[in-house]
C-alpha cells in the first residue's frame, strides 16, 4: 500500500511535469520525453514532510530513481498508442484542468478570509463553556418518524431554528415522550441502547443528531443537558481552532457561491436532466443479471 501511495504520489507531479518542460539540465530520458532538474526541484517542494525526509535517504533516492524510471516508460508507451488521440484523454484533460482551476480560485479567494486565532478560539470557549463537558450524563429528546421523507421536514424545521420540543409535539410518532416535546430525561453511560448511548455522548449539549434507523422508524435525537466534568481550553484549543476555521470557511464559500450566482446566470434543463437520470437508472437496472438459483 505505501509503495503504491508513492507510485501515485510521482504520478500526480508528472502530470505538472510533462507539460512544463524547460531547457534545464536533463536528469532522466525516456525515448522522446524528458525530466529536467528545475522540473523536479520545482514539483519536489510540494511533497510532504515526510516525503521528502524519506527521499533523502539512500533508500528513497533509489525508490525516486525506480519510480521516475516506470513512470517514463509508461509515459512514452501511452504516446506510441496515440492514447492523447482519444475522447476519453480529451474529456478527462478537461475535467482537470476545471478541477485545476476551481482549486486555485479557491486558494486564491480564501487568501482574503480572515484567519481564526487563538483569542477568537478563547472567546468562543468562554461564551460557550456549557458546550465544552465531558459528559457523565446526558439529558435527551427525541423525535420518531417513520419514513425519510418525514424526516427530511423534521430537519428543514430545525435548520430554521424551530424549537425542537414543538416539532417533537407534532410530528413524532412516539405517543410516551411527544406530549412531553420529546423529553426522555438523563441517562448515565450503561443505561441507553449502545447504539444510541454513543451518538448520545458524543454530541455536545444543543446538537441535534443524524437520524438512527431502528425497528419501529427513524430516531432523532437532541442534547438538551449535560452534566460532567468541564473541559480546559488548553485540551481543545487546536480542535476548536481548526473547527472554528473550517465554519469560517464554509460560510464564506455558501455566501461566495450566492454572489456567483447572481453575477453568472444559472439555467438548468430539468427535463434533460430528469429523461437523462432516469434513461440511466433505468439502463443500470437492466444491465443487472438476476441471481441464479440452484
Known amino acids: ?14 502530470l505538472i511535469v510533462a507539460c512544463s518542460q524547460s531547457k534545464d539540465e536533463v536528469i532522466l530520458k525516456a525515448g522522446s520525453s524528458a525530466l529536467t532538474k528545475k522540473d523536479l526541484q520545482e514539483d519536489l517542494k510540494t511533497l510532504p514532510p515526510q516525503t521528502k525526509a524519506f527521499l533523502a535517504s539512500p533508500e528513497g533516492i533509489n525508490r525516486l530513481k525506480d519510480e521516475l524510471v516506470k513512470r517514463e516508460v509508461l509515459y512514452e508507451e501511452a504516446k506510441k498508442k496515440d492514447l492523447a488521440k482519444s475522447e476519453e484523454f480529451k474529456r478527462r484533460l478537461e475535467e482537470f484542468k476545471k478541477i485545476t ?12 478570509v480572515q484567519q481564526v486565532t487563538e483569542k477568537d478560539a478563547k472567546d468562543y470557549y468562554e461564551k460557550n463553556k456549557d458546550q465544552f463537558i465531558k459528559p457523565t450524563e446526558v439529558r435527551l429528546s427525541q423525535i420518531v418518524v417513520k419514513t425519510d421523507e418525514e424526516a427530511k421536514k423534521v430537519y428543514e424545521r430545525v435548520d430554521k ?3 425542537f420540543a414543538k416539532i417533537a409535539k407534532e410530528l413524532s410518532k412516539d405517543e410516551k415522550t411527544k406530549t412531553s416535546g420529546g423529553d426522555m430525561g438523563f441517562f448515565k453511560k450503561g443505561q441507553l441502547d449502545p447504539q444510541i448511548e454513543n451518538l448520545a455522548f458524543s454530541l455536545r449539549k ?17 442534547v438538551t443537558d449535560v452534566k460532567g466534568t468541564p473541559i480546559e481550553f488548553e485540551q481543545i484549543k487546536q480542535q476548536l481552532t481548526e473547527q472554528l476555521k473550517a465554519k469560517k470557511q464554509q460560510d464564506w464559500f455558501n455566501s461566495y457561491i450566492d454572489e456567483l450566482k447572481k453575477k453568472h446566470k444559472v439555467e438548468i434543463n430539468e427535463k434533460a436532466l430528469q429523461e437523462m437520470l432516469s434513461q440511466a437508472l433505468i439502463g443500470n437496472k437492466t444491465d443487472e443479471k438476476p441471481a441464479q438459483t440452484k
Not at 482551476?101 to 482574503?112: D, G, P, S, V, Y
Not at 444543543?206 to 437532541?222: A, E, T
Open 101 to 112: 482551476l476551481i482549486n486555485m480560485l479557491l486558494e486564491q479567494e480564501l487568501k482574503n
Open 161 to 163: 431554528g424551530e424549537d
Open 206 to 222: 444543543g446538537q441535534v443528531s443524524m437520524p438512527v434507523n431502528r425497528k419501529d422508524g427513524l430516531y432523532i435525537f437532541k
Open 1 to 14: 500500500m505505501k509503495f503504491l501511495k508513492f507510485f501515485i504520489v510521482l504520478i500526480g507531479i508528472s
